[in-house]
């Protein structure tokens, strides 16, 4: 099976440093040689690791602005925690507004998307008795992470695909009967705050094929449009979002659009997999919804923005207080916003096609990882004692690598060596 990711590795400027490798929730990260090594079967493109690389070696792989000339139409699709990345002195329509000025010939904004998909949900809850607690799948980050760690939770995830692809849709649907160009040749670009909604447009999990054409970094746009917004002095009508849709931007915004008297809102990776080790364990039976966001302040805090995610969130905050609240969908098609297809656990290889060999791996990595210090410091490249035994076994590493036995060897050759001195000068004085 072949595995796009967004999340990629510059070698030139990797110095093998084990940062990342603490770092990353599904322990996908290890330096082998002095360089890191992403295994892509257990990336979850969180952006983690782009985070928190200080010296800027992960990447994020994404579409460029040279991908429009594919299409006879073009229309951007900002996040609404875009709007975050701007000084308070600019408005949502100068923002908007700018996009027509760098190449894009309409603006459908993702808030939008993010009203339908809070109709859904406020539907679903209330009608059709869904598993408890229901778990948000607007993240991609989390919904690769629960599918890799917590499958039996699959069956909580809301069924209801995201407000970017929702926005896609509406969309190249509006554009279709306005221009009368057949839908092919129109081009739906997202403005993407994160890695992971890169790798769902080229790789869905709940789609057969995404309705995005292409996907271009916030960071990207930003510089683009930060070069030339101060120069946009008439706003063309371009907002049709309301507060809740714009408010989908910072931690609690979805949970806010549910309508449901108990929901909780939980960001940054760690504490989403805290709580979703809780929800395995039976817990939390009683909420109703739980909003789950794998960046902090949600995708405020994405890893492809520019602004400082606390910063970009209260300015979210205070720009969805100057905006309606626009709750009625006339036109919801909820059936229209579900999955085409569910959610693949994902399996990794085992330890041996053959299951006697595989069983016999497994025991000697009991017996490697009870030998060693069970620190978990990172400093051997394998980002625990337990992932590092398993490297072992699969011939990816060795105990050597651990400083710690490392420093037991060379103590206990350091005594042999003082020993045998002693016995020799011994036996010189005798002789």
């Not at 400093?379 to 420093?407: H, Q, W």
């Amino acid at each position: 099976m072949e595995y796009f990711h967004s999340v990629t590795l510059d070698t030139n400027k990797c110095h093998g440093c084990t940062n990342c490798i603490t770092h990353c929730p599904t322990e996908a990260i290890r330096v082998q040689n002095g360089k890191a090594k992403i295994i892509k079967e257990r990336c979850i493109d969180c952006g983690e690791c782009i985070r928190v690389c200080q010296s800027h070696a992960k990447i994020a792989v994404a579409d460029t602005f040279a991908m429009l000339d594919d299409f006879k139409y073009n229309i951007a699709m900002p996040a609404p925690s875009f709007y975050g990345q701007f000084n308070s002195m600019f408005t949502i329509g100068q923002i908007l507004t700018a996009f027509k000025k760098i190449g894009f010939d309409h603006v459908f904004e993702v808030a939008r998307g993010a009203e339908y998909v809070s109709a859904a949900t406020r539907y679903i809850l209330e009608n059709e008795n869904p598993k408890k607690p229901v778990i948000s799948s607007a993240c991609p980050a989390v919904l690769r992470l629960i599918r890799e760690r917590f499958p039996n939770l699959l069956g909580n995830v809301l069924n209801i695909i995201s407000p970017m692809e929702t926005a896609a849709i509406l969309a190249r649907r509006e554009a279709s009967e306005k221009t009368g160009l057949a839908p092919e040749e129109i081009g739906v670009f997202f403005i993407s705050p994160c890695p992971a909604k890169v790798t769902s447009v080229k790789s869905p999990l709940t789609l057969e094929k995404s309705n995005v054409s292409g996907v271009i970094t916030a960071k990207s746009a930003f510089k683009k449009i930060i070069s030339i917004i101060e120069d946009v002095s008439e706003e063309e009508n371009l907002s049709v979002s309301g507060s809740e849709g714009i408010f989908w931007a910072r931690t609690g915004g979805e949970c806010l659009g549910t309508g449901s008297v108990e929901t909780i809102a939980v960001d940054e990776i760690h504490n989403v997999i805290t709580v979703l080790e809780e929800i395995d364990n039976g817990k939390m039976t009683s909420v109703d919804f739980v909003e789950l966001s794998a960046c902090p302040s949600g995708c405020s805090g994405g890893a492809l923005n520019i602004e400082n995610p606390f910063l970009a969130s209260s300015r979210i905050s205070q720009q969805s207080k100057k905006k309606p609240q626009i709750k009625e969908i006339k036109d919801l098609d909820v059936d229209g916003l579900r999955w085409e297809k569910e959610v693949q656990i994902m399996t990794f290889a085992p330890l041996d096609s053959d299951l006697g060999e595989a069983m016999r791996k497994m025991e000697l990595m009991e017996e490697i990882y009870e030998r060693l210090p069970k620190l978990d410091c990172g400093s051997c490249g394998s980002p625990s004692c337990k992932t590092l035994a398993e490297d072992i076994v699969r011939g990816f590493a060795s105990e050597n690598d651990c400083i710690f036995l490392m420093r037991e060897k060379v103590r206990d050759l350091a005594k042999e060596l003082f020993e045998l001195n002693e016995n020799y000068r011994d036996f010189k004085k005798e002789g």
